[in-house]
């Protein structure tokens, strides 16, 4: 596990200058290709897709789930 902190930069680096980052993409409607407001606020929603390391993406989340009725 202290292979995986030593990777993030340790616990005093500064968010901005770790090297491996969260990467986000909007969430979008796969039909339309339409950026999605919440439900609540109509914000843009951001939802994250993997890491951003290197200038590199990793895809992590090879799934989008959606609800249906039954």
Known sequence: MAGLHDNYGGGSTKL??????????LNND?????????????ELISKVKGLWYAGKTIVTR???????KA
């Open 30 to 42: 796969e039909e339309t290709g339409e950026c999605l407001p919440s439900y609540y606020d109509g």
């Open 62 to 68: 090879l799934y989008q789930w959606r609800k249906e």
């Open 16 to 25: 901005k200058d770790r090297p491996i980052k969260l990467r986000y993409e």
